[in-house]
């Protein structure tokens, strides 16, 4: 772990819990441009750490402080993701500078520092979540190459059961906001932004924003496994 210091955070409010851990990546070309720009005050944007593509990690913001990653979003029922959530950036080219899979000791390193971030706070699976999910209007990241699926064999957030009842069209926005998206039926059908956040998560392979026969049954099988 290398040690670089954003000037760019805050405080928690009191009795606010540490609940969530969101992915990002960088969107820059290269690493360097990224370090740089989350530790620029004039940037006002940070987040608690950095993954290279090599695996070098870098902690910017120590855990205890709210770092300013999150942005404008929301996540089951929760506008200030900020206050209540650990940020990790992860270098990556992104949608317009040439995006691209993420190298295995890449993710490597990201499993590690998940795990060890999950083991000294209750983060619930449902609540390790990616940019997109909690911005979709915004936000693509970490996108549909990131691999969500290899995280959550490592106990690292959820993924559908194999098995399971698929959602109906009708159902869909009812069951998107029950697993966490901000949205409500009247938004849903208009935005097909929501659709496309949850397919970069559970059904990368098709992301279009349709609510096809094989994303209904991701989230009916999805949301089908959370507890009562």
Known sequence: MRERASPNHGPRPA???????????????????????LCEAAAQVSSHYVVE????????????????????SCWRGHRDVNSRSIGIEICNPGHDWGY????????????????EILARH????????????????RKQ??????????????GIGLWP??????????????????YGYDLDAGQMLAKKAYIEAFQRHFRPENVDGALDS???????????????
């Open 214 to 228: 094989g994303t209904l049954s991701v989230l009916g099988r999805l949301v089908g496994s959370l507890p009562d």
């Open 161 to 178: 059961p194999e098995t399971g009842q698929a959602a109906s069209a009708e159902h869909a926005p009812r069951l998107l906001k029950r």
């Open 141 to 154: 990241d970490p996108g549909e190459l990131f691999d969500w699926r290899g995280l959550a064999e490592q």
């Open 15 to 37: 009795g606010t819990p540490i609940d969530m851990l969101v992915l990002h990546y960088t969107g820059m070309k290269s690493a360097s441009e990224a370090l740089d720009r």
């Open 53 to 72: 593509e090599d695996g070098t990690l870098w902690r910017l913001v120590d855990e205890s402080r709210r770092a300013w990653h999150a942005g404008v």
């Open 122 to 137: 209750p983060i619930p699976a449902r609540n390790v979540v990616g940019h997109s999910d909690i911005a979709p209007l």
């Open 100 to 115: 691209r899979a993420f190298p295995a000791v890449q993710m490597e390193a990201v499993s590690k520092l998940c795990h």
